[in-house]
């Protein structure tokens, strides 16, 4: 059982006064509290970026590693121990900026890993930059006359490069969040959740009521298997009309399920044989 108090640390959130990051946070900790998730059975890594901080205020095993590296981090502590709830914090610069090529190849391998976007549509902690998810045309710090680029889709590209569940919430949503992470996590193989959340300092565009009046949920009715639909729905992000909730869901062997020299055993449990390898350096050293 885990108690709230299990996953406090030292260290208070430094976050902005409104910051979605906040209710992000609490949702996730509420989640962790319902199943158990402590430091024995979980590990959290988070990019570089505000939402980074996460896990200095977060007790369970974490890795905060290079901008936009937190996926291959991710990808080995789940290789190497196939037992542990691995999630991933990703920015949306850190994910599809620098992290971008990472995030493509760990939807197609279908690892393990629930992943989670702090979607506030720039680069927050170095002062409000346009990320590769900033609308066109919108006005941020590197980008006063407007954002000349096209932006990702974080569901579509997710879907495209073969994540196997895909959902979007709103960070202020926070029961609905928990009950999806817990889903998410609950998924054999890649779920990304894109968060979306306002940065009240340097986004005045995607604001907390924003969020209220413009989001709703998919229809009870939606069928979450049809990639082709999902698709469809995810591109319906108009800012005028933004869907929530599971958009796609795939049942399909996880990359760590297909590690057939491990024969279900843990990578770090598994026996290592020794081997005299100085015949083979002795050629070369
Ligand atoms: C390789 C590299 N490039 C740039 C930086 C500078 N940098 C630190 S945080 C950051 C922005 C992070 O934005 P995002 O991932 O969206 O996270 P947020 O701060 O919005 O949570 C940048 C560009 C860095 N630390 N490393």
Same mark, same amino acid.
């Given at each position: 059982?885990t108690?709230? &108090?299990?996953?406090? *640390?030292p260290?208070?959130p430094n ?11 609490l949702?996730?900790?509420?989640a962790?509290v319902k ?6 059975? *979980? ?6 970026g505000? $939402?980074g ?16 590296r937190?996926?291959?981090?991710a990808t080995g502590?789940?290789i ?21 090529n $990472?995030f ?5 391998r279908? +690892?393990?890993? *629930?992943?989670?976007? +702090? ?5 927050a902690?170095t ?8 609308? $066109? ?6 980008t ?6 096209e ?5 579509v590209m ?6 196997t569940?895909?959902?979007r ?8 969040l &928990?009950?999806?992470?817990?889903k ?23 604001? +907390?009521?924003?969020?209220?009046e413009?989001?709703?949920?998919l229809?009870?009715s939606?069928?979450?298997t049809?990639r ?26 996880a990359?760590e399920?297909q590690?057939?020299?491990?024969n279900?055993?843990i990578?770090?449990k598994?026996?290592t044989?020794?081997?005299?390898m ?5 050629k070369?050293?």
């Amino acid at each position: 059982m885990t108690k709230m &108090t299990d996953l406090q *640390t030292p260290f208070m959130p430094n976050w902005c006064p409104g910051c979605g990051n906040m209710p992000l946070w609490l949702a996730f900790k509420n989640a962790a509290v319902k199943q158990g998730w402590d430091n024995t059975n *979980t590990a959290v890594v988070a990019g570089i970026g505000c $939402h980074g901080h996460l896990v200095n205020f977060t007790k369970l095993t974490a890795f905060e590693g290079l901008h936009g590296r937190a996926l291959p981090a991710a990808t080995g502590i789940k290789i190497a121990n196939n037992s542990l709830n691995v999630f991933v914090f990703t920015g949306d610069g850190d994910c599809f900026g620098e992290g971008g090529n $990472h995030f493509i190849h760990a939807c197609r391998r279908n +690892h393990n890993l *629930t992943v989670i976007l +702090h979607d506030n549509g720039l680069y927050a902690l170095t002062t409000g930059q346009s990320s590769p998810i900033t609308p $066109h045309d919108a006005k941020t710090k590197s980008t006063p006359f407007g954002n000349p680029d096209e932006p990702f889709n974080p569901l579509v590209m997710a879907i495209a490069s073969g994540a196997t569940f895909v959902a979007r919430a709103y960070a202020s949503n926070m029961a609905q969040l &928990t009950e999806l992470m817990i889903k998410a996590n609950q998924h054999n193989g890649f779920s990304f959740i894109d968060v979306l959340q306002p940065c009240e300092t340097f986004n005045k565009q995607f604001t +907390h009521p924003f969020f209220q009046e413009n989001t709703y949920y998919l229809e009870e009715s939606y069928d979450p298997t049809n990639r082709e639909i999902a698709l469809t729905r995810a591109r319906e992000f108009d800012l005028k009309k933004i869907p929530l909730g599971i958009f796609y869901e795939e049942k399909k062997p996880a990359y760590e399920d297909q590690l057939g020299y491990l024969n279900g055993e843990i990578l770090y449990k598994h026996g290592t044989q020794k081997r005299d390898m100085s015949s083979l350096f002795a050629k070369y050293i």
